[in-house]
């Protein structure tokens, strides 16, 4: 983030799944956990990221003669953009005859975004609906994300997050005050695992998240169902667990899907779950799955 702007990578509006009514979703670059079925990767990285469509490249390598950097190269065909030398200055994308490069991430400030918030504002009332921010790891940008949701409150606008809570909990305590509903990505019941396979320890996560209960926030969980790694009876036995836990009652389990593959390969990565399968909710597996929830008492959405 620079001075008081914030890097975004999407503004989605008439969103109905991230929250209450009509909702405008603001996405955040930037995110500490490194998921290996995140359908965002453009997400991953704070800063702005070139991508390259091979279907379009003519390989006339105009790209690699005009960045400043020398952070772009060619192997195989393929074009390299080494982040690292990249500076965000978009002069390859400008210079692309066929538009095969784009790019990832604009900065905009408070005003810039709450002049987008609020062309829908009728929409929101008429709804119930509101801002949601997403990422992304929204607490990535945990400042300018808490004058964002301040703003919005000064219009009486409902105010949402998605997030996984991971952060500084002198970041959290400010950014959680002008939440009305927070969503709540829990990945793991167990932190080993959750480490290992995210990237980050379980135990900030929680203490924030029970502090936003003890505020006593709208809270929904919502969690990842994720093959080999949180697919069993047993493991939604122990989100249960957990979840009774922490005093949250509403849940929201998302079946892994493969929507976001092709994102890696615009960014020249590997997608860690080719081969997996998407999780379609009439799978017998599925089902039983979420009765388990049901059976406990939540109040489940899938």
Known sequence: M???KGMVFNIQKFSLHDGPGIRTVIFLKGCPLRCPWCSNPESLSKKVQITWN???????????KACPENAISSVHDNIIIDEDLCTGCLLCTQIC?????????TLYSINEIMSEVLKDQPFYEESG????????????QASFATELLKEAKKY????????????????????IKHLDLLLCDIKHYDSDIHEKIVGVPLNQILGNIRFAVSQKKDI???????????????????????????????????????????????????????????????????????????????VVTS
Do not use: W
């Not at 091979?54 to 690699?64: F, G, L, R, T, V």
């Not at 005859?97 to 991430?105: H, K, N």
């Not at 009486?156 to 950014?175: G, L, R, S, V, W």
């Open 2 to 4: 620079i001075e008081n």
């Open 220 to 298: 929904i969980a919502r969690i990842p169902v994720i093959p080999d790694f949180n697919y069993s009876i047993e493991d939604a036995e122990h989100f249960c667990t957990l979840l009774k836990s922490l005093k949250i009652r509403n849940v929201n389990l998302l079946p892994y899907h493969n929507y976001g593959e092709n994102k890696y390969a615009l960014l020249n990565k590997p997608y860690a779950m080719a081969g997996y399968d998407p999780i379609h909710k009439d799978d017998p597996k599925y089902i039983e799955y979420v009765h388990v929830f049901k059976h406990h008492g939540f």
């Open 97 to 105: 005859p066929t538009s095969a490069l784009a790019y990832e991430g």
């Open 129 to 140: 609906g509101g801002l949601t921010l997403s990422g992304g790891e929204v607490l990535q």
């Open 54 to 64: 091979k279907h379009a490249c003519i390989n006339c390598n105009a790209c690699i």
């Open 156 to 175: 009486h606008i409902h105010t949402a997050a998605e997030t996984t809570c991971y952060c500084n909990h002198d970041d959290f305590m400010p950014f």
